[in-house]
């Protein structure tokens, strides 16, 4: 079993939609969650992260995470054209040496 | 500006000949990494540093060699290249510290490798 499981999409909704990005993993001691949004020949960049269990919120997005259910979400309100790119949910290792990244979700906004 | 800078962007090669991909970061971070992403796979870790001369190996390190000699740079040396190391490169830095959970990590634009 993988430790972090993602599904890869592609995912293609209407402007304007609510977009729901989903990951579980496996390993309990993941204490530092992360979504990086990749766009297409960039570089992974931070969106937001959270500690523990709870949610965040930045503007139109939402993160959130359910440690007893080792489930992570993000949520995209009134999606735009500009949000489509490939997501990809991450982890810190415990000794703070690597993210641990989901293959990624592409999601492709239609205006 | 902050960044993490890869060069080159783009390289076809040949088998066995060796190769490196340099990267520079100007954020005066202590951690730097490697990554190689692949359809299906995602992003894998290749090797880290946590500061100048401390490296050591990640996920897939076998056919990769790297060095630290500088803070900034981290370059990734491929001594024979094998069309199996065909691949987008990213390289990564951090304001991450030892023992610390690694949070932002900052990462270069991308080298796509081909090695034929």
């Known amino acids: 079993q993988k430790e972090v499981e993602q599904d890869p999409g592609p995912l293609s909704v209407p402007e304007g939609a609510i977009v729901s990005l989903n990951c579980t993993y496996s390993n309990s001691a993941f204490q530092y969650f992360m979504w990086y949004r990749q766009y297409s020949r960039k570089g992974p960049e931070l969106l937001m992260y959270?500690?523990?269990?709870g949610n965040k919120e930045d503007g139109r997005f939402t993160a959130q995470v359910d440690k007893s259910s080792k489930y992570i979400s993000l949520f995209i309100r009134d999606s735009q054209p500009s949000d489509s790119a490939t997501y990809l949910c991450a982890m810190s290792n415990q000794a703070g040496t690597a993210l641990i990244f989901g293959k990624g979700t592409t999601l492709s906004v239609s205006s | 500006e902050a960044q993490v800078t890869q060069n080159p962007r783009y390289l076809i090669t040949v088998t066995g000949k060796k190769l490196t991909v340099t990267c520079s970061q100007n954020?005066?971070?202590?951690?730097m990494s490697w990554y190689r992403q692949d359809p299906g796979l995602g992003l894998r870790q290749i090797y880290y540093?946590?500061?100048?001369?401390?490296?050591d190996k990640g996920d897939v390190p076998e056919g990769y060699k790297v060095s630290r000699k500088e803070k900034r740079n981290f370059p990734l040396i491929l001594e024979s290249p094998s069309p199996n190391q065909t691949s987008l490169y990213f390289c990564?830095?951090?304001?991450?510290?030892?023992?610390?959970?690694?949070?932002?990590?900052?990462f270069g634009q991308g080298t796509r490798l081909t090695v034929v």
């Open positions: 959270t500690y523990s269990s």
């Open positions: 540093s946590m500061n100048v001369e401390v490296t």
């Open positions: 990564a830095s951090s304001l991450s510290a030892s023992g610390q959970p690694l949070l932002e990590a900052f």
């Open positions: 954020m005066n971070h202590e951690y």
